[in-house]
Structure formats: C-alpha cells, structure tokens
C-alpha cells in the first residue's frame, strides 16, 4: 500500500474519532481538574456557601459583594501552607485573589455538604 493511501485512511479514521468525540462528549460539562489548586476550588465551589457573621458583615461594612467569592472560587489560589488539612471532618483552606488591585483572602471551613465562609479580608 502506498504511503498516500495509508495517510488517507488515516486521516478518514481520525476525523470520524474526532466527530465521535465531540458528539459523545459535547453536550456533558467535562472538566480536566488536576492540581490540587483546581479540585479544591471545585469541591466548594459545587457545595452550598454559608456565611458566618463575622464574614458577611465584613462584607456589608466595607461594600464588597459576595459575589466576590464565587470570582475568588474560579480565579483563587490555595495557600495551602496556611490551610488546615489534617482535619477528618472539615478541612479549612485559605484563598487569595486579586481583586481591583487588592487582594481578598477568604478562610473557608469545606465539609461534606456545605463550605462556610468564616473570615474576608481585603489588603491593600
């Protein structure tokens, strides 16, 4: 077999793999989470957000939307050096993001079934 043929059975094989692909995997929302960073963002990001008090009133006091959490869920990083993981039930992480040139540092306690806000801190 001539190497032309061989190339055009192999380019027929990848684009019918390829539609295949994007047919069976198109309409589910598949996401390459790997690092650390990135699955820990996600586990509380699809988990019901509860504020604490001392949280939401920062919040309220120095006019910040709490929107702001979910922008620090997708963009944050982890400080994972300042984050509490040994804990069974509830890990505590520590998350920063630049926020309008500042940065906002969230402590968020994650356990099962919620992720509770317990502190906002915006340094300028």
């Not at 690092?35 to 120095?62: G, Q």
């Not at 505590?92 to 040139?101: D, F, G, K, L, Q």
Request: with cysteine; charged share 25%; net charge neutral.
């Amino acid at each position: 077999m001539k190497l032309i043929h061989r190339i055009g059975y192999f380019s027929v094989g990848l684009f019918f793999g390829i539609v295949l692909l994007l047919f069976f995997l198109g309409g589910k929302k598949t996401s390459c989470d790997y690092s650390p960073d990135a699955r820990v963002l996600k586990n509380i990001r699809i988990k019901e957000r509860i504020f604490t008090e001392e949280a939401f009133s920062y919040f309220e006091n120095n006019k910040l939307d709490t929107a702001l959490v979910s922008l620090s869920l997708e963009n944050g990083d982890v400080d994972f050096s300042r984050s509490n993981t040994d804990k069974i039930t509830c890990n505590i992480y520590v998350i920063t993001n630049e926020v309008n040139s500042a940065i906002l540092e969230l402590q968020i306690e994650n356990c099962d079934s919620t992720a509770t806000i317990q502190k906002a801190i915006l340094k300028k």
